[in-house]
């Protein structure tokens, strides 16, 4: 439907993939007028333009496709720039588009500003598509539920989950209705231009992630700060009490504060904690059991807190317990997160592929008190390896680093001693080649875990193609 607000308004997106194309789709519909801006060479274009072919020859007449590169002729008489999430604010295009006054927006900033029902948005360096995923459930275990009364009333008629996880929520938002639930994942590439938040907001954690692309922790974490900047007195903020990063930004939370770790929150504050085997919301004065611990079937201390910081944002959102509970149980987690790949040789191969920083691969490592042998590496975020490093020599048995950071892991590590962990330690160039270097070495009873610390950009389009290809050569050793 055309919006007067749209309508024959110019619109520069910069970036053809996944939150571009969503973006443009919306924004046609609305009578914009659209140019699809991409550093894609020209003969790369075909796969992309198709998944727009269906678009009506109206909307057809006022998109225009731009690939090659960013040349600054683009912004000739736009009205309004879009960087999709990708595209770093320090190139050129962008920066001259700010020089000359032309307002930045995303799509998640242009869904927030339209979106008809209350929305939940997750962020964090570790765990925030977990988290999201986990609150998608709960949430949907609430449909038709009041979170007052817990009885059956249609005010949540339909939960959506998606943003930085599945598909761009804009492409719903004319099917959304005021009596629905959106749940947000939000990176810091999104929040970095937004003005607007959503009325949950949480902040998982905050650790070193992405300084090639934020030129330092304050940026980073400023760019993270942003979901709790622009709240109101309304609205509400959790974050994370254990980590320094998420708990950091306590004072500039303008509305109701939860917490959640393992510890109680304050006297009169809300929140997720754990007391023995058992998890707990507070409501401030009194504790309620949500679930044993023993029924979380997410592996490690990083998944009990994603699981605490669920119950939170559910609490947050007015969920009903025993909607947290019924979206607890059987969720056994995603692809590419700790996925049991296969049992060969005696030993549990896991596909930990998302973990693209030295701290979630740490996080992985830990999961497990059996023998490792690791498989590390990828590409650099110019992130530090200090204490990853420290780790590998306590508990990784093996160690096999591949792709680009191979070399600077390497020389981190260390030559190890004779008789220490790692008890051997090589290098590889591809991924393919470390998997069979780990079929090597690996013995009954051991671990073998890619945990690589590093992006997969240096030799797969993303940690998602990296995972399944690690899927496939694993399930093929004979």
Avoid at 139 to 151: K, L, R
Avoid at 218 to 223: D, H, K, L, M, V
Avoid at 411 to 427: E, F, H, K, N, Q
Avoid at 439 to 447: F, L, Q, R
């Amino acid at each position: 439907m055309i919006s007067a607000e749209w309508d024959r308004r110019k619109v520069l997106i910069v970036g053809a993939a996944r939150q571009g194309l969503a973006l443009a789709r919306y924004l046609l519909g609305k009578g914009a007028c659209v140019i699809l801006n991409d550093r894609q060479p020209v003969e790369q274009i075909e796969t992309v333009q198709q998944s727009l072919s269906d678009l009506d020859e109206k909307m057809t007449a006022r998109l225009e496709w731009q690939f090659g590169g960013h040349p600054l002729e683009a912004l000739q008489g736009v009205d309004l720039v879009c960087p999709s999430g990708g595209v770093p604010l320090t190139l050129p295009l962008i920066v001259e588009a700010q020089r000359r006054g032309i307002p930045l927006s995303n799509d998640s900033q242009i869904f927030l500003e339209n979106a008809p029902c209350r929305v939940i948005g997750i962020t964090g360096s570790a765990g925030k598509t977990t988290t999201t995923s986990l609150v998608g459930r709960m949430a949907e275990m609430a449909e038709g539920y009041t979170p007052e009364q817990s009885q059956p009333d249609p005010l949540i008629r339909r939960v959506w989950v998606g943003g930085n996880i599945g598909a761009p929520l804009i492409s719903s938002l004319d099917e959304m209705s005021s009596d629905d639930l959106a749940v947000m994942e939000l990176s810091s590439f999104q929040l970095e231009l937004m003005t607007r938040s959503p009325q949950v907001a949480a902040v998982l954690n905050i650790t070193p992630n992405h300084l090639d692309r934020h030129a330092s922790m304050q940026a980073y974490t400023a760019a993270k700060a942003r979901i709790l900047d622009v709240q109101d007195s309304q609205d509400v903020a959790v974050l994370g009490q254990e980590d320094p990063g998420s708990w950091g930004l306590a004072d500039r939370v303008h509305g109701e504060l939860l917490s959640f770790g393992r510890k109680r929150p304050a006297e009169g504050q809300r929140g997720a904690c754990v007391e023995g085997e058992r998890l707990f919301y507070w409501d401030g004065s009194l504790a309620e059991e949500i679930v044993p611990r023993s029924c979380i079937r997410l592996r490690g201390e990083h998944n009990l807190l994603n699981v605490l910081a669920a119950c939170a944002i559910g609490a947050g959102t007015g969920l009903p317990i025993q909607a947290m509970r019924a979206g607890i149980a059987g969720f056994s987690g995603l692809p590419h997160r700790l996925e049991l790949v296969r049992i060969w040789r005696g030993a549990e191969w896991y596909n930990d592929s998302i973990a693209t920083a030295p701290e979630r691969a740490m996080a992985a490592i830990r999961s497990f008190d059996k023998p490792i042998v690791l498989l590390a590496g990828g590409r650099d975020k110019l992130l530090p390896w200090d204490e990853f490093a420290q780790l590998v020599h306590q508990r990784v048995d093996h160690l096999v680093l591949f792709g680009e950071a191979a070399d600077k892991i390497s020389r981190v590590i260390g030559v190890p001693a004779a008789g220490s962990r790692p008890y051997t330690l090589r290098r590889c160039s591809n991924l393919k080649e470390a998997i069979q270097v780990a079929a090597d070495v690996v013995e009954p009873g051991d671990v073998v875990l890619l945990a690589p610390g590093g992006t997969s950009f240096d030799e797969f389009r993303d940690f998602e193609e990296r995972g399944e290809v690690f899927r496939k050569w694993v399930s093929e050793l004979s």
